[in-house]
């Protein structure tokens, strides 16, 4: 079983800096990609940033330049760095991995954490 807890959401200012923290209940050695997707209402679910098990990123050019992806194997920890943040920043995100067994991909969701960007 596989289960994702996602945290560091909250209230920032624009301009402003946070970081979003997601880990898992098994190694992330054990996961092929890495990510982070955000939705506000009334809106699809959109790809923020990714990372692979080869260390490949890959960003939404709405964040380039503003945010990183990060992992931290030895805590099975995935991280989402976000500066000079934005009021259309604002969203619910979720991280997302993806585990292949067997030939088969498999994919988990967190619960999702609030940003929001305001004055």
């Known amino acids: 079983q596989v289960r994702l807890v996602e945290s560091g959401g909250g209230l920032v200012q624009p301009g402003g800096s946070l970081r979003l923290s997601c880990t898992t209940s098994v190694s992330i050695f054990s996961f092929y990609v890495m990510g982070w997707y955000r939705q506000t209402p009334g809106k699809q679910r959109e790809l923020v940033a990714t990372t692979t098990s080869d260390r490949i990123t890959n960003y939404a050019d709405s964040v380039k330049g503003r945010f990183t992806i990060s992992r931290d194997n030895a805590k099975n920890m995935v991280y989402l760095q976000m500066n000079s943040l934005k009021p259309e920043d604002t969203a619910v995100y979720y991280c997302?991995?993806?585990?292949?067994?067997?030939?088969?991909?498999?994919?988990?969701w967190g619960q999702g954490t609030q940003v929001t960007v305001s004055s």
């Open positions: 997302n991995f993806a585990q292949v067994r067997t030939g088969v991909r498999y994919d988990y």
